[in-house]
């Protein structure tokens, strides 16, 4: 993929299949232009299980929170743009059907199609990613919620992983709220590490956005408490709980039920803490 442009062809016999894919993708360009942005934006997703309700769930949050553009306005907007888009990637291979209205990619082209952005348009598209997962995640209210996070994990994972990327780090930074609803499904789902950085993430921006008191921001304090205690690292989760504990009284008063929630979990852990040397030494 680094040195697809250094050779020129002699032959159709002697194009290569990264050579194939690009003039499908020019090809793709000329009669869709939704259609070739939807294949750069599937980059910032998972390679298997892209379906529509995923995007259309997003609409009417993207353009409340974030700059939607004009191509995924159409593309979630309606399911026959979808299906027609992606009725052309198929026609190009570069999508597949599976059961159930999904697509997937072959996983190859779909790390070439990351090539087909530059930094700007890249952070801009991960940044879209992320608010689709993040109004996508379910809330532990809904039924069956674990069926749907399930769902999500490996676009979760994905995305993740493309937000450590030290050039993703620009002036597209995912909302605040998106990353604290991806980290609870990426929590839910066991993976931690992955979780704790991204509520950490949603954290520093609402604490920019929001204000370090705000309730909002405050959540997300209470959330790193819960995962820190889960990890084992209770210094840090008595730090979290006692952040919140004394906001909570402040904005709520001493009897309120957020109060009364969060000095438990602070006395809960404060008791490990105690525990630790007895556990240790048996």
Known sequence: MQKQDQFRLQGCGERSMLTTWKISYDQVLRRCEAAAWLLRLWAFFYHDDLWYGLLAASTWRLANGTETPTWFTKLAGSSLEFSSAMGLLK??????????????????LHQWSRSLSL????????????????????????KEYWKLDRRLLQHALHSSDEMRRPQMLSQHEPPPWAMHCLGDTLSRQGKLEEAERMYQRALAGKEKALG????????????????????????????????????????????????????????STRSKKGKLPHLLSS
């Open 91 to 108: 026609a190009y291979s570069l999508a597949d059907s599976q059961e159930g209205g999904s697509y997937s990619m072959h996983s190859v």
């Open 119 to 142: 930094h700007s348009d890249a952070a801009s598209l991960l940044s879209i990613s992320v608010c689709v997962l993040g109004n996508a995640a379910p809330s532990e209210d809904d």
């Open 212 to 267: 370090p008191d705000h309730t909002s921001t405050l959540g997300t304090v209470n959330n790193l408490g819960l995962l820190y205690s889960d990890q084992g690292k209770l210094e840090e989760a008595e730090q979290m709980y006692q952040r919140a504990l004394l906001s909570y009284q402040c904005i709520y008063g001493p009897s309120h039920e957020r109060v009364t929630a969060t000095s438990k979990k602070l006395a």
